[in-house]
């Protein structure tokens, strides 16, 4: 038997109190009274699309939710949901094209809602060296490939600081989003035996925590970070975000240098 969809009021309901938002204070916000707030979570009013849209907005409801609740309530969803090899996105990916060559020799790839590699300019393959191959086929997964016992996390030098860091964000997006996917991925991490190597040790003093992985080339260490596009209207654009990992020291910034291979032109 199918699910029965939970009520639009009952969804508006709960975003507001995921958001730990009064129906006061979110009524003041999207300027509409108190009490017809009251009459739509409770069914007992049905908004309008430019009320939905003010709601959705204050209460930073994901566009893909967005277009749901728009749906849910009789309306045509507004945001555009475009693959990313869609002509549309020509513009955008001549720049994330660019951006990515540009951290060349050092890694730089983009990754979808569910931490997908969908673009990357293949940099260092020795820090993938020694992962079981299934998890460096596409589509890669990057928490999976990071923190799977049989992936790079025997190598991670600080992978205690850096599965925290993970379990972290999923559970943030968790959030501000209510996914399955990321649920099972969620659930999936958290199932991993433990496989810290011997001088797992949380790092103190920086300003950052770097990745510290051991390869081939030696230990390398990165710092890592994330690059998103401000006020996106398509939903594959918002879910999309550029990760980049900068050496953290002088002798990974060499040994990277030293082993990368020319590039053409």
């Known amino acids: ?36 707030l009251s009459f739509v979570e409770t069914g007992r009013a049905a908004p309008g699309r430019d009320l939905l849209l003010r709601l959705a907005d204050e209460l930073a409801i994901p566009l893909r939710e967005r277009n749901t609740i728009l749906v849910a309530a009789g309306f045509a969803p507004v945001f555009a949901h475009r693959r990313f090899s869609d002509p549309e996105f020509d513009a955008v990916r001549t720049i994330i094209d660019r951006t990515l060559a540009n951290a060349w020799p050092f890694p730089a790839y983009v990754i979808d809602r569910h931490w997908n590699v969908v673009a990357s300019n293949a940099a260092i393959p020795e820090l993938f060296e020694g992962a079981r191959a299934d998890l460096a086929e596409r589509p890669v997964n990057v928490v999976r490939l990071m923190l799977h016992p049989e992936g790079m996390a025997p190598r ?42 011997a001088d797992d040790t949380p790092q103190g003093g920086g300003l950052a925590v770097p990745l510290e992985v051991e390869t081939r080339l030696g230990r390398l260490s990165f710092l890592s970070a994330t690059t998103v596009f401000g006020e ?13 990992l900068y050496p953290a020291d002088d002798a990974t910034d060499r040994a990277v240098r030293a082993a990368a291979p020319p590039r053409a032109g």
């Open 232 to 244: 996106p209207l398509d939903v594959t654009l918002e879910e999309i975000a550029v990760e980049q």
């Open 1 to 36: 038997m199918l699910d029965k969809p939970t009520p639009l009021g009952e969804t508006l309901k709960r975003w507001r109190e995921q958001r730990a938002l009064s129906q006061l204070e979110l009524s003041l916000r999207a300027e509409v009274s108190t009490r017809h």
């Open 156 to 197: 991670i030098r600080n992978l205690a600081v850096w599965r925290a860091h993970y379990l972290h964000a999923l559970h943030r997006q968790l959030q501000f989003s209510t996914d399955p996917v990321l649920e099972r991925l969620l659930a999936e991490v958290l199932a991993y035996p433990d496989a810290s190597p």
